[in-house]
């Protein structure tokens, strides 16, 4: 399947997101997500300022219920007052599980995120339904029903929607009739579009995102097709999610995101990184400037690329190291797959051998060719993070770093936790104030102990299954 046969970013729909536009002729835009309390609006703003000088385009933040909806707006109207001469930045409230959230929110933001695997659906419980044909049709009545309130309301505020389907949440019915698969993770999504198609609601950009940076581009590139097949082309948002921190979470970002915006795809991009935000966005600007349109900066570094052997060479003349991290990654994840590959060699004449040959394995454990060590696949984490994420990661990775090719989860709440972590062999989840469950695959096996013993209690977990 060749997409760039049937994808032109240039021709996709616009999308108007306050007073910025996303699609078509307009440049790709960045944003992150914040990770405080959105009820702490001190600390919301303030996070919001620091997003905003880091180059943020779009800001978004966790919104459970009403309460955080009525404090969203009040954050909304503080950022507004305190800067009256700079663009307005338009926020974007994330909503699971609670429709009517939903509706509250597209009244007082720009944009509303939901989640096809929760917006009328329960949190998945990873059970088979055997449904019937009518069953099957009478559930997405119900679906088209209940979404339709909402295009309603966003029609009359001019507020945008995202769906954002990510791989660690599909309902049950999805995963039922499609499994857990790039083709069930589509058609989560299509669901909706085709019911926003039908009612003639244009304001909508597309997410469908993934731990696992082969099946988040399999699926991206599967939805694009789709799309076209059915006279369509939304704009796209990209991002690894759960991508991790420090260097693993740059460079697995950057294998993703790069793989489509190498193929043209992707209209806005977040890199989810297990840090404070404002971080993540020179680490997405860096992508976009790379892949940017006339190729100048791309090729102004003596790019040079070349395939042999089913080995990728590469090399170029960066003399930054987090810059040539992310060109390497960038570049080399979609030609790993594209042309199964499977060993990687990086030349740089301003970095150490030792340097390049991990940053190799590095970007070829990120593209799941090989596993060389540990790996941690952790939430970038928001307003419903249960514990401090960065000191948990950082405690997790000290007990565990020995354990080569294991992957392990680190998730800050159930929303996506078990979900997502799916593919690690082992989980560690926020579950409650000071609470912590432990899972072995999409297993729970130890529920709500004690934090402070949570990291022990893993590596023992880990240790007995050893044996």
């Not at 009478?138 to 309130?149: G, H, K, T, V």
């Not at 940076?213 to 599967?222: D, E, F, H, K, N």
């Not at 890199?271 to 404070?276: G, K, R």
């Amino acid at each position: 399947m060749d997409i760039q046969l049937t994808y032109n970013r240039r021709q996709t729909t616009t999308t108007k997101v306050g007073n910025i536009e996303i699609g078509s002729e307009h440049p790709v835009r960045i944003q992150t997500m914040a990770n405080t309390s959105t009820n702490d609006i001190e600390g919301s703003v303030a996070q919001a300022e620091r997003c905003i000088e880091a180059g943020a385009e779009l800001l978004r933040f966790t919104t459970q219920g009403l309460r955080e909806v009525e404090s969203l707006s009040l954050i909304h109207h503080r950022l507004i007052a305190s800067s009256p001469h700079r663009p307005i930045i338009p926020l974007v409230a994330d909503v699971h599980f609670q429709s009517d959230v939903a509706d509250a929110a597209a009244k007082v933001v720009e944009k509303v995120r939901i989640n096809p695997g929760n917006y009328i659906d329960p949190a998945r419980k990873f059970k088979l339904i055997d449904y019937t044909e009518e069953e099957y049709q009478s559930e997405l009545q119900r679906l088209r029903a209940r979404f339709i309130q909402l295009l309603n309301i966003c029609k009359e505020h001019n507020t945008a929607i995202r769906l954002g389907v990510n791989h660690g949440s599909l309902s049950d019915r999805i995963m039922s009739r499609y499994g857990d698969t790039p083709e069930g993770m589509v058609e989560s999504c299509m669901e909706f579009l085709r019911v926003a198609v039908a009612e003639n609601f244009q304001d909508i950009v597309l997410s469908i995102k993934a731990s696992n940076t082969l099946v988040m581009v399999t699926t991206v590139r599967l939805l694009v097709w789709q799309m076209a097949e059915e006279g369509m082309q939304f704009p796209l948002h990209l991002g690894v999610t759960e991508a991790g921190e420090g260097e693993d979470g740059r460079v697995k970002s950057a294998v993703g995101i790069g793989a489509l915006l190498a193929d043209g795809i992707g209209d806005t991009i977040r890199v989810s990184l297990s840090e404070a935000p404002e971080k993540e966005l020179p680490v997405a600007r860096a992508l976009v400037d790379y892949f940017a349109d006339n190729q100048s900066i791309r090729y102004a570094h003596d790019t040079q690329v070349r395939i042999e052997n089913a080995t990728v060479y590469f090399s170029n003349s960066d003399t930054d190291w987090a810059l040539f991290q992310l060109h390497a990654a960038a570049e080399c994840g979609r030609l790993l797959w594209d042309h199964h590959c499977t060993e990687l060699v990086l030349n740089n004449n301003h970095f150490a051998a030792e340097d390049l040959e991990r940053l190799s394995k590095d970007i070829l454990q990120a593209a799941r060719v090989r596993m060389y060590k540990t790996e941690y696949i952790s939430c970038p984490g928001c307003g419903r993070t249960l514990f401090d994420l960065e000191q948990t990661i950082a405690k997790v990775k000290a007990a565990t770093s020995h354990l080569q090719g294991l992957k392990i989860g680190i998730m800050g709440c159930i929303v996506n936790g078990p979900g997502e972590m799916a593919d690690a062999d082992y989980g560690y989840v926020g579950a409650g104030r000071g609470k912590v469950s432990l899972y072995r695959g999409k297993e729970c096996v130890l529920k709500n102990i004690p934090q402070e013993d949570a990291v022990t209690q893993l590596l023992a977990l880990i240790e007995a299954d050893k044996k």
